[in-house]
């Protein structure tokens, strides 16, 4: 990395490096684990950081400080403790801080390291471009993807939207209804714009890239994609994907999306989650899932 000078941050921000060519570095963090995972704080943290970049910032990088994962999802148990007035509120937060990324007058490039699912897959899609490792930093393949259905869930934070917005929409709608991740070798063409060979050089490669590309774009998704075969793989989705709950979550929010908007399409993703949550099914693999990992 070419850093020439650490920026001074105050408490609340996460950490920013400033590059020899004036691009922005921001560093996710969690000061109590080293594990990197989306919670309020986080967010937060995220959104005093982006009000701190300069105007004039030519490209913002998005890295993990984490060694294992970029960003491994949300903190489930956080939100399973929230009402659901305040879950709602939660994952508008999400939607609003994400936006900002992929608002800003600049590019906006996701250096993905390691693990990257659910609202951190969903963090990365709101950028640019996605800048992966072949391999994490103990030489190993790593998960990619949405995970949400496989807990009963839907994504909350704009994964039915982008997704099948970067890759083969049916392969997208598909992977997301199923809950299935994919292997980063085996990521579906159009999620990752360029490969670094090992992490150390995801710097190196996305400041490569900026350079091919220095005007940030319109933020991809299905309402900017050929709808017209979003529609069609939709089609084949719901016919194939059963009568799971979570299953047709996805489906709805992408049929929402298609036929109102980017952001009816995000209200329903949070309506549809919230509801989701109550389900006996859902309860049951959450529980299971909160029992395996203590």
Not at 131 to 140: E, F, L, P
Request: charge should be negative; proline fraction near 6%.
């Amino acid at each position: 990395m070419t850093s020439t000078s650490q920026i001074q941050s105050a408490p609340s921000q996460l950490p920013m490096t400033l590059l020899d060519d004036g691009t922005t570095l921001i560093t996710l963090e969690h000061p109590d684990q080293p594990l990197v995972i989306l919670d309020q704080q986080l967010l937060g943290r995220l959104d005093v950081t982006l009000d701190a970049i300069a105007d004039d910032c030519p490209a913002v990088l998005l890295a993990s400080g984490d060694q294992k994962v970029f960003v491994a999802g949300a903190d489930l148990k956080e939100i399973d403790g929230l009402d659901d007035e305040e879950l709602l509120e939660y994952l508008a937060k999400g939607v609003r801080v994400f936006g900002r990324l992929a608002e800003l007058p600049c590019p906006t490039v996701a250096l993905i390291n390691g693990a990257a699912l659910g609202g951190g897959l969903e963090l990365a899609l709101h950028c640019t471009a996605i800048i992966a490792s072949r391999t994490n930093a103990k030489g190993r393949s790593y998960p990619i993807g949405l995970p949400e259905a496989g807990l009963g869930l839907c994504p909350g934070w704009g994964g039915t939207q982008l997704l099948p917005g970067r890759v083969d929409p049916r392969s997208g709608i598909e992977a997301t209804a199923e809950g299935r991740p994919f292997k980063i070798e085996d990521s579906p063409n159009g999620l990752v714009d360029r490969f670094a060979e090992t992490p150390d050089e995801l710097v190196v490669t996305a400041i490569e890239w900026i350079k091919e590309n220095p005007k940030p774009s319109v933020l991809r998704s299905i309402q900017n994609t050929d709808r017209d075969a979003v529609q069609t793989a939709l089609a084949d989705v719901q016919s194939g994907t059963g009568h799971a709950a979570a299953h047709l979550a996805v489906c709805d929010a992408i049929q929402t999306g298609l036929e109102r908007g980017l952001e009816s399409g995000l209200e329903a993703e949070r309506r549809l989650l919230v509801a989701l949550r109550k389900t006996e099914e859902t309860r049951n693999k959450l529980n299971a899932f909160f029992e395996g990992a203590r």
